[in-house]
């Protein structure tokens, strides 16, 4: 686990955390030599603890998980992939605010 509110996902729990959750649930797609990626963990961080319960979120190391990588043609990080009811519905590639991150999970839950 990352932290308390954003779980660690990878190809061993991809399925039952991401395509199976009920809620919909948020990916931040990652790697450690990834600058923009270290800027955007304390706004998921944030998000995380305040969608707490209604949106699940996850971060998924592209180095150490390069199939899902594959399977969603991640060609950039920090790439966010948004999934509702097991679909992907949502790609963001780079870095983006907290506002509009904000927006985006704000019309899912409508």
């Given at each position: 686990?990352?932290?308390?509110?954003?779980?660690?996902?990878?190809?061993?729990n991809f399925e039952d955390e991401v395509i199976k959750s009920p809620q919909p649930v948020v990916i931040d797609l990652w790697a450690e030599w990834c600058m923009?990626?270290?800027?955007?963990?304390?706004?998921?961080?944030?998000?995380?603890?305040?969608?707490?319960?209604k949106v699940k979120f996850g971060k998924l190391n592209v180095d150490e998980n390069r199939n899902i990588a594959i399977r969603y043609s991640?060609?950039?990080?920090?790439?966010?992939?948004?999934f509702?009811?097991?679909?992907?519905?949502?790609?963001?590639?780079?870095?983006?605010?907290?506002?509009?991150?904000k927006r985006e999970i704000d019309s899912l839950l409508e």
């Amino acid at each position: 686990m990352v932290s308390e509110y954003v779980k660690e996902i990878t190809e061993v729990n991809f399925e039952d955390e991401v395509i199976k959750s009920p809620q919909p649930v948020v990916i931040d797609l990652w790697a450690e030599w990834c600058m923009p990626c270290r800027m955007i963990a304390p706004i998921i961080e944030e998000l995380a603890q305040e969608y707490d319960g209604k949106v699940k979120f996850g971060k998924l190391n592209v180095d150490e998980n390069r199939n899902i990588a594959i399977r969603y043609s991640i060609q950039a990080i920090p790439t966010l992939l948004i999934f509702k009811d097991g679909q992907l519905v949502q790609k963001f590639v780079g870095l983006r605010s907290k506002a509009d991150l904000k927006r985006e999970i704000d019309s899912l839950l409508e």
